[in-house]
T-cell receptor
Framework: GDSVTQMEGPVTLSEEAFLTINCTYT??????LFWYVQYPGEGLQLLLK?????DKGSNKGFEATYRKETTSFHLEKGSVQVSDSAVYFC????????????FGKGTKLSVIP | DAGVIQSPRHEVTEMGQEVTLRCKPI?????LFWYRQTMMRGLELLIY????????DSGMPEDRFSAKMPNASFSTLKIQPSEPRDSAVYFC???????????????FGEGSWLTVV
């Protein structure tokens, strides 16, 4: 079945540091890939997405590129802020007509001043 | 625009009691999902509906759990009787979909935080 593997957290960074959260997936066909973010005490919000190979999703300084050859969708940000502290979830939906999301276990990011 | 609305936000109940969680999806969305989030198991899809019809309930843990969607603007998730291991955050989510569309965004509510003591 479909699965998503994220790097284990928690991740603690200083403000303005570079962030990478690794995500790899296993899926049949051509999945769409997502990053969701969950701030403390809140629901999940879509951060960015990509629907086909080599697409780059970007939002709020975060980027991720859909790499079919390595089945990866790593999240990056060049300079993190304290306000980026949250849990980040990588997810996939398995192609056209499929609306179920399969999530990774989440990576907690803490950014310290 | 209003997002997905869930109630209650927080519920503490005693073991054996019935719990009903409610959800109002985004207007016009034809897919509705119920997810459960725990530290041990992460986010799990419990059930989802398309046009008010349950499509896949394979994630519902056992017969104590049931979900209904009587109309396009309302869904419930019921646990009867509740047990301490049901303590979790329950998220409702909705999406507008087409069979030929890739990557439709799923929008989540803020969750119902359930504690069963």
């Amino acid at each position: 079945g479909d699965s998503v593997t994220q790097m284990e957290g928690p991740v603690t960074l200083s403000e303005e540091a570079f962030l990478t959260i690794n995500c790899t997936y296993t899926a049949t066909g051509y999945p769409s890939l997502f990053w969701y973010v969950q701030y403390p005490g809140e629901g999940l919000q879509l951060l960015l997405k990509a629907t086909k190979a080599d697409d780059k999703g970007s939002n709020k300084g975060f980027e991720a590129t859909y790499r079919k050859e390595t089945t990866s969708f790593h999240l990056e940000k060049g300079s993190v802020q304290v306000s980026d502290s949250a849990v980040y979830f990588c997810a996939l939906s398995a192609g056209a007509g499929s609306y179920q999301l399969t999530f990774g276990k989440g990576t907690k990011l803490s950014v310290i001043p | 625009d209003a997002g997905v609305i869930q109630s209650p936000r927080h519920e503490v109940t005693e073991m054996g009691q019935e719990v009903t969680l409610r959800c109002k999806p985004i207007s016009g969305h034809d897919y509705l999902f119920w997810y459960r989030q725990t530290m041990m198991r992460g986010l799990e899809l419990l059930i989802y509906f398309n046009n008010n019809v349950p499509i896949d309930d394979s994630g519902m843990p056992e017969d104590r759990f049931s979900a209904k969607m009587p109309n396009a603007s309302f869904s419930t998730l019921k646990i009867q009787p509740s047990e301490p291991r049901d303590s979790a955050v329950y998220f409702c989510a909705s999406s507008h979909g087409s069979g030929r569309t890739y990557g439709n965004t799923i929008y989540f509510g803020e969750g119902s935080w359930l504690t069963v003591v």
